[in-house]
């Protein structure tokens, strides 16, 4: 195995104190900082007073980079990747890099820390037990495919979704005869105007047909009785 390693940083969803000590000493140790956005992960590094390299790792180019990074890290580098908010490979990148430095030998370690879908899970109150986590659906192709599928799962679901789509998944939930199901929906998780939808498909539907989304939403929504 290598000298190199590659440590896996979450960075926090909205709350800055939520960016643990370790976290932070690791960035400041590491020879080089893999960035979704630099500008994103400039302003997080600037806030913690760290200085340090940094070079883009984003969806658009990870399949390109990924060898050269691996074999720089091969070579006794230690690197860090942090996506803009969270932890990478979590609906972000990070698998690819992940998946080529296991199989070359190099050392990974994931820090734990944020993620937005465990605690929209957890104060959902719906079953948390046992649970299927989708992340982003399909904008068009396949997208009413993968809905079908999942609204026969048992299993409490989790997804990701964006402000432009909410009001159309809850309207497709609907669609689907799904009104009457429970659910949650969380937006703007350790910020400021954090809030926390709970109740029916309809219930929630009818609050963001008249409020306007805004922020990042995860959407608990129970499985099939």
């Known amino acids: 195995m290598s ?8 960075t926090p969803i909205g709350n800055l104190g939520d960016m643990t000590e370790r976290s932070i ?21 600037r806030h913690l007073g760290i200085d340090k390299p940094m070079i883009s790792f984003h969806l658009h180019n990870e399949h390109k980079v990924v060898k050269s990074v691996v074999e720089a890290i091969s070579s006794g ?19 690819l890099l992940v998946r080529e430095c296991v199989e070359q030998g190099v050392e990974v370690s994931c820090l734990p820390g ?14 948390c037990d046992r649970f299927v986590f ?13 809905l079908q599928s999942l609204i026969t799962e048992e299993k409490t679901i989790v997804l990701y979704e964006s402000p432009h789509r909410i009001v159309k ?8 005869e799904c009104g009457e199901r429970k659910i949650a929906v969380c937006r703007e998780l350790s910020k400021l105007h954090e809030e926390v939808v709970r109740g029916s498909v309809n219930d929630a539907l009818e609050h963001f047909s008249t409020k306007a989304p805004k922020g990042e939403f995860v959407v608990v929504l129970e499985g099939v009785s």
């Open 114 to 127: 944020a993620t937005a879908f465990v605690p929209a899970l957890v104060v959902s109150g719906l079953p």
């Open 77 to 95: 580098l230690h690197y860090a990747l942090c996506s803009d908010a969270g932890t990478p490979g979590i609906s972000d990148p990070g698998f």
């Open 134 to 146: 989708e992340g982003f659906l399909p904008h068009k192709k396949g997208r009413q495919k993968k």
């Open 3 to 10: 000298e190199g390693r590659l440590d896996i940083i979450p």
């Open 169 to 176: 998944l809850l309207e497709e939930l609907v669609g689907y």
């Open 25 to 45: 000493e690791v960035l400041k140790a590491c020879d080089l900082i893999l960035a979704e956005d630099t500008r994103t992960t400039g302003n997080l590094l």
